[in-house]
């Protein structure tokens, strides 16, 4: 079973290999993934699209020269030479395709210990492909491995990972951003918030509201986002006749203010390991509606702090939002745990959790 490890301060040099652009907009995740890290270990990254907001970071960019397989194969050779110029401790990667086997040649070429962060594609697709056998070496290969909840730590350990290599790693949220706040008007029955992908599952959000709208129920809903899936939503939104209950802003930084102004928040995603999105929405005070995907149910419990759907579907999705309309104790419990639980996913316990994680690296 995957812990968190107590340890004492951890210092030392650290080369991390990863990018979170992925053709979309830059969300953040270098901060949230790498910047607990930064805060007591000198950390240098190579990646394509670098975020320089993020402090204690040294960045080795890398172009794409317009063709993101190239940069991809150029990122892993200045990985390999900045490991071969400079003395580091170990190297770290956050998900396995290609950044934790990029991770791992450089590590076993240097003599280095090497740690990967588990994403949810790591495990839904990639170790139950027709290449699963070859994935699942590799995982037994790492030194430590780093699960957002203890769901994916116990797959892990399926896979043949020794459970001493598992350590959790707090998907960290700015708690002092995302807060309730007094006195802000609720404008939007729902808010959808994340990538415009299959993944996301958009289309889902907006089948849901079309069941609510076949049965007379009047809702004003926000999606907030950006991806290859936005033209096909804009073209179902509209085909449904939703055009008048849904805005499209686009992506959005910081969605602290269309929280707020919030009613529920739900998340429709196929696959997802522990959303960001979802951690965000609690800690602000949303009460939430969740598919059972990933680690969701340890960190919700139905009917307390969030609403976990009987089905990912949209019917089901339908229930629990007009539940929740209607039955007010219901709302008000779970809207005034939620926050407690958001507010537990902090940069501070993410800090502490990467010192266990480089602690276990060390004794693999």
């Not at 901060?31 to 190579?46: E, I, Q, S």
């Not at 990985?79 to 190297?91: F, H, M, T």
Request: aromatic fraction near 8%; glycine fraction near 8%; charge should be negative.
């Amino acid at each position: 079973m995957p812990v968190r490890c107590e340890s004492p301060s951890v210092t030392g040099s650290y080369l991390a290999v990863a990018d979170f652009s992925g053709g979309v907009a830059n969300t953040g995740k270098i901060g949230r993934h790498f910047g607990p890290l930064a805060d007591h270990a000198d950390t240098t990254l190579v990646c394509l699209d670098p975020d320089e907001a993020v402090e204690g970071i040294t960045y080795r960019s890398v172009p794409t020269f317009g063709f993101r397989p190239l940069g991809l194969l150029v990122l892993f050779a200045v990985a390999l030479v900045e490991a071969a110029r400079n003395d580091y401790d170990g190297v770290l990667s956050i998900s396995l395709v290609p950044y934790g086997c990029f991770a791992l040649a450089i590590g076993r070429l240097h003599g280095l210990p090497v740690h990967l962060g588990i994403i949810g594609v790591d495990l839904d697709v990639h170790a139950h492909a027709r290449y699963g056998s070859v994935v699942r070496l590799l995982l037994r290969r790492f030194d430590a491995i780093s699960v957002p909840g203890t769901d994916h730590g116990r797959q892990l350990e399926r896979l043949g990972v020794p459970s001493e290599r598992i350590a959790v790693l707090t998907n960290a949220i700015d708690v002092d951003t995302y807060r309730p706040a007094d006195d802000v008007p609720t404008e939007y029955d729902c808010v959808w918030v994340g990538r415009f992908t299959d993944e996301k599952d958009p289309l889902l959000f907006v089948e849901t509201l079309a069941v609510l709208d076949r049965q007379g129920q009047d809702l004003r809903a926000v999606m907030l986002g950006s991806g290859p899936l936005l033209p096909v939503v804009k073209d179902r939104v509209r085909e449904r006749g939703l055009e008048d209950q849904v805005e499209l802003p686009g992506w959005v930084d910081e969605p602290v203010e269309y929280y707020r102004r919030s009613r529920l928040f739900v998340l429709t995603s196929e696959r997802d390991a522990l959303p960001l999105t979802m951690l965000e929405a609690m800690a602000t005070g949303l009460a939430c509606v969740v598919p059972d995907v990933g680690n969701i149910d340890t960190v919700v419990t139905d009917g307390e702090n969030g609403v976990i759907a009987d089905t990912r579907d949209a019917a089901s999705f339908a229930t629990e939002i007009q539940r929740l309309r209607t039955d007010d104790d219901c709302y008000e419990r779970i809207a005034t745990n939620a926050p407690a639980t958001g507010s537990r996913f902090s940069y501070e316990r993410a800090t502490d959790d990467w010192k266990g994680i480089l602690r276990t690296l060390h004794t693999a």
